[in-house]
C-alpha cells in the first residue's frame, strides 16, 4: 500500500475493499511512528483526520463519491484550513487557528479528500532547507543528518517517508521542486495564475504558485486536475476553459525536443548529480526524443533578481503582521509604536527579518530605480531567453537543484551560499513558466537527485506526459529511503 | 554600494523591527554580502528594456456591485490578541 498509486487507491476504495478511515488510520500509524524522527508534521489531528474520513466513506456510501474522495493528502502549512492551526512556520502565526480554507483546499476538500495534517515549512516559504521553521528543522528521510530542501520540506519528507500519499506545495522561487528533488519525489509548479493564491499566505505575491507533491506524474495529474481553477478573489487567477493535465500521460515521446540549457551543466554543478541527469537524459532519448543545446544566459543572474523582487514583494506583504487582528502580539509595549516593533522582533525569525529589510531598502527613496526597477527589468530578459529557447524544443530538462541534500547546519551561516541553491529553478517563477522535478537517481552519498522538466506557459500535460513516460521506463520514483 | 549601521537602523524603523545594536551588527554583515550579490545586476545593460511586473498579462478585473460577503465579524475576530465590544483595542493612539 505505501507505494500505491493514487488511481491505485481510488480503485480499492471505490470497489470497497478498503474504506477512508481505514487508509487515514494506517497513515496516521505511520506519522505516529516516524514524525517524532523527521518532524515533517506541525499539527496532527487525529480526531479531525478520522471524522473527514467518515464523512468520505459516507459520501461514498450514498454514492456521491469522486475519484479523489477518501484519498488522505496533507497540507503544507501555508494553506489555511479552517478549524486548524495554520501556522505559515512562524512565531508570530503559532496561535493562528484559520476561519477559512483557502480555495485550493475549499477545492480538494470538494472532491472529498481528507485531511492528514500540516506539514512543516520554512517560515513564511523562506528558505532552501526547512532550517528557518519556528517548529525546527525536517529532516530528510533518505539520511536523517541531510536537510529535506525548502520550502516545502515538510511536505517533501511526508511524501518520501510514505507518511501521506501526496502533499499540497507552494514555490515562489523552488519551493516544491528543489524539495522534491531532495527527497526523491515528483512535484509540479504550474504555470503563474492556475492554481489561485487565495488563503495560501502570501509571500511575493507576482511570484507564488501553489501545486502537488506525490509519488508520481500522475498523481500528479490527478491532483493538479483537482486543484486548478478559476477563482475571483485572486486577481491574478485566470479565466481558462479547465483542461484535463493528464490528457496526454501515455502519449510516446517520439520526436520531442528536449531542450538541454548550457548554463545549467556548467561550472557549480555537482558531478554526481550531472552525470545522474546525463543518464536519464539518455532515457529520455532512448525513449524517441531527441535533444538540442539552447541557452538562458541570465540564469546566474536570476538570483540577484530575486532577491530584490521576492524581498520587495515580501516586505509588502508581511506588513499585515502587527499584532493587531490576528496572531502573536508581544506581552510588553509602551505605546503603538512599541507594540508593532517588539511584536515583529519577536515574532518573526532571523531570515524572514532579513528579507523584510531587504525588501523596504530596495523600496526605499533613492534605490528603487537601482534595484527595483533594474530587477524588473532583468526578468524581461530572463522571460525573453526562455521564449528564445523554446523556439527550439518543447520541454527544457536540467538538474533541479546543483547537488544533493546538504547537511543539516552546513549552510545557514551563509544565506548567499543558501540562495544560489535555488539557481535553476528561480528564473521559472521569474518568467511565469511551470516546472517540475522527478527523481532520476542518486549521488555519492546515496541522496536523491531531481530532474528538472520546464515547460513553456500553460504545457502542463505534456511536462506529466513526458515525466510519466519516463517513469514508466524507470524505477527511481517506487525507491523506498531504508529505515522507513 | 556600502551598507552602514545607520542604514540597517533606518531600514529596521521603517520596517516596525526593533533591532538592538548587536543585532544589528551581525544584519549588517549579512546583508553586505547578499547585497554583494545583488550589485551583480548592474552590470547589466538594460536601457530601453520595459520592466515587467508580472508574468502574465492580467489587468485587474471588476465586478458586479451587489452583496457577496456575509458578516463574519466575530468569527474574524475569535482569533484577535485583544477586543472588545467588536472593536480591536491598540495602545492609546490620542492623549
Known amino acids: 500500500m505505501l507505494n500505491a498509486s493514487l488511481k491505485e487507491l481510488a480503485a480499492r476504495l471505490s470497489a470497497g475493499k478498503l474504506s477512508s478511515v481505514d487508509l487515514t488510520g494506517e497513515f496516521l500509524k505511520r506519522i505516529k511512528a516516524l514524525n517524532p524522527r523527521l518532524n515533517a508534521f506541525i499539527t496532527v489531528d487525529e480526531a479531525a483526520s478520522l471524522a473527514e474520513a467518515r464523512a468520505a466513506d459516507a459520501l461514498r456510501a450514498a454514492g456521491r463519491a469522486t475519484p479523489l474522495t477518501g484519498i488522505p493528502i496533507a497540507w503544507k502549512d501555508i494553506f489555511c484550513t479552517r478549524g486548524w492551526l495554520t501556522t505559515c512556520g512562524s512565531k508570530i502565526l503559532s496561535n493562528f487557528v484559520s476561519p477559512y480554507d483557502a480555495h485550493v483546499v475549499e477545492r480538494l476538500k470538494a472532491a472529498g479528500t481528507v485531511s492528514l495534517g500540516k506539514t512543516n515549512m520554512d517560515e513564511f516559504a523562506m528558505g532552501s532547507s526547512n532550517e528557518t521553521s519556528f517548529y525546527g528543522p525536517v529532516k530528510n528521510p533518505w539520511d536523517e543528518r541531510a536537510v529535506p530542501g525548502g520550502s516545502s520540506g515538510g511536505s517533501a519528507a511526508a511524501v518520501a517517508a510514505r507518511l501521506a500519499p501526496a502533499a499540497t506545495g507552494t514555490d515562489t522561487g523552488g519551493s516544491i521542486r528543489q524539495p522534491a528533488a531532495l527527497c526523491g519525489i515528483s512535484g509540479i509548479k504550474p504555470t503563474y495564475g492556475v492554481v489561485s493564491r487565495y488563503g495560501m499566505i502570501a509571500f511575493a505575491s507576482s511570484l507564488d504558485q501553489g501545486g502537488p507533491m506525490a509519488k508520481s506524474a500522475e498523481d500528479l495529474a490527478w491532483l493538479l486536475n483537482a486543484m486548478a481553477g478559476f477563482d475571483q478573489r485572486d486577481s491574478t487567477s485566470l479565466n481558462r476553459e479547465p483542461e484535463d493535465d493528464g490528457r496526454d500521460l501515455e502519449r510516446p515521446l517520439t520526436g520531442l525536443r528536449i531542450g538541454l540549457p548550457r548554463e545549467y551543466f556548467a561550472e557549480g554543478l555537482a558531478a554526481d548529480v550531472a552525470k545522474a541527469v546525463d543518464v536519464a537524459i539518455a532515457e529520455c532519448r532512448k525513449l524517441g526524443a531527441t535533444t538540442v543545446e539552447v541557452s538562458l544566459p541570465k540564469t546566474r543572474l536570476s538570483v540577484p533578481a530575486y532577491y530584490v523582487l521576492a524581498p520587495a514583494e515580501a516586505s509588502s506583504n508581511l506588513a499585515r503582521f502587527d499584532g493587531v487582528r490576528y496572531g502573536y502580539r508581544a506581552p510588553r509595549y509602551s505605546d503603538l509604536m512599541d507594540m508593532y516593533r517588539k511584536t515583529r522582533a519577536e515574532g518573526f525569525g532571523a531570515e524572514v527579518k532579513r528579507r523584510i529589510l531587504i525588501g523596504t531598502y530596495v523600496l526605499s527613496h533613492g534605490y528603487y530605480d537601482a534595484y527595483y526597477l533594474q530587477a524588473q527589468k532583468l526578468r524581461r530578459l530572463i522571460a525573453d531567453d526562455f521564449r528564445k529557447a523554446f523556439e527550439a524544443c518543447d520541454v527544457i530538462m536540467g538538474p533541479t537543484s546543483p547537488t544533493t541534500a546538504f547537511n543539516l547546519g552546513e549552510r545557514t551561516a551563509d544565506p548567499v551560499q543558501m540562495y544560489l541553491s535555488d539557481i535553476y529553478t528561480i528564473a521559472v517563477n521569474l518568467a511565469g513558466l511551470p516546472g517540475m522535478s522527478i527523481p532520476c537517481g542518486f549521488g555519492d552519498k546515496g541522496r536523491p537527485v531531481g530532474l528538472q522538466i520546464v515547460g513553456n506557459y500553460f504545457a502542463e500535460a505534456k511536462m506529466l506526459n513526458v515525466a510519466h513516460r519516463y517513469q514508466k521506463a524507470t524505477d527511481w520514483h517506487l525507491r523506498l529511503p531504508p529505515n522507513i | ?95
Do not use: C, N, W
Open chain 2, 1 to 95: 554600494m556600502a551598507l552602514s549601521l545607520e542604514d540597517v537602523h533606518r531600514i529596521a524603523y521603517l520596517a516596525r523591527i526593533a533591532v538592538q545594536d548587536a543585532e544589528a551588527r551581525q544584519v549588517l554583515g549579512q546583508l553586505q554580502g547578499i547585497f554583494g550579490l545583488i550589485e551583480e545586476m548592474q552590470a547589466v545593460d538594460t536601457a530601453g528594456i520595459a520592466p515587467m511586473a508580472h508574468a502574465q498579462d492580467v489587468t485587474q478585473r471588476l465586478r458586479e456591485d451587489r452583496v457577496a460577503e456575509t458578516d463574519q465579524h466575530p468569527l474574524f475576530q475569535s482569533v484577535a490578541p485583544q477586543v472588545e465590544a467588536g472593536l480591536y483595542l491598540v495602545p492609546k493612539v490620542i492623549e
